[in-house]
């Protein structure tokens, strides 16, 4: 079984700019989660999605956003690019949603955000 | 805020020694704690997970959680240098239902053959 794929796994935008990334889950993964992880502040949550439906948000502005389609790959968009935005973005899929199976979640390897 | 602390490390050891690695966390709230090891440059992998109090063992590695103090922490035991990576606890606060992780900034171990 194929694991998490994201794309593009390396990004260089400039500040301004927006970005659009990709992941697609574990074939039969209904939730995906996305992450950020920097040096300073370590992995932060983003967001989940499941069924096409935003189920828990972090604490990220509103310059974040995301969806997921009805074949469960799921985009998140950043848009007015700032420094601070570079990093790597990770998105995690499972089965299902909810407090049981966050044992059963799997990360993809990544992209790579870097912003001049 | 929810925050979970670990030292960064680098924490190294001999090849065979035991490794051990700490977590604490600020919510009397958390029910589910996680360990995923990250190598240079790729995601990280869930090696371990504890509900309850007391050890869990799997392997050579085993998980401690001591709710009453906040405290979760990863012994590796036999180290070898492929246990070489950066370890992160991540910790779930079930009551309200949110389905996030908070993590730690994680602790980079270093095995010397």
């Known amino acids: 079984k194929a694991g998490v794929t994201q794309t593009p796994r390396y990004l260089i935008k400039t500040r301004g700019q927006q970005v659009t990334l990709s992941c697609s889950p574990i074939?039969?993964?209904?939730?995906v989660s996305w992450y950020q992880q920097t040096p300073g502040q370590g992995l932060q949550f983003l967001f989940e999605?499941?069924?096409?439906?935003?189920?828990n948000k972090g604490n990220f502005p509103g310059r974040f956003s995301g969806r997921q389609f009805s074949n469960s790959r799921s985009e998140m968009n950043v848009s007015t690019l700032e420094l601070g935005d570079s990093a790597l973005y990770l998105c995690?899929?499972?089965?299902?949603?909810?407090?049981?199976?966050?044992?059963?979640?799997?990360f993809g390897p990544g992209t790579r955000l870097t912003v001049l | 805020q929810k925050e979970v602390e670990q030292n960064s490390g680098p924490l190294s050891v001999p090849e065979g020694a035991i490794a051990s690695l700490n977590c604490t966390y600020s919510?009397?709230?958390?029910?589910?704690f996680f360990w995923y090891r990250q190598y240079s440059g790729k995601s990280p992998e869930l090696i371990m997970f504890?509900?309850?109090?007391g050890d869990k063992e799997d392997g050579r590695f085993t998980a401690q959680l001591n709710k009453a103090s906040q405290y979760v922490s990863l012994l590796i035991r036999d180290s070898q240098p492929s246990d070489s990576a950066t370890y992160l606890c991540?910790?779930?606060?079930?009551?309200?239902?949110?389905?996030?992780?908070?993590f730690g900034t994680g602790t980079r171990l270093t095995v010397i053959p």
């Open positions: 995690a899929s499972r089965s299902r949603t909810g407090l049981q199976n966050l044992n059963e979640q799997f």
């Open positions: 504890i509900y309850s109090n």
């Open positions: 991540a910790v779930k606060e079930d009551q309200t239902g949110a389905n996030n992780l908070f």
């Open positions: 999605y499941f069924s096409e439906t935003q189920r």
């Open positions: 919510d009397r709230g958390s029910q589910s």
């Open positions: 074939s039969g993964h209904r939730s």
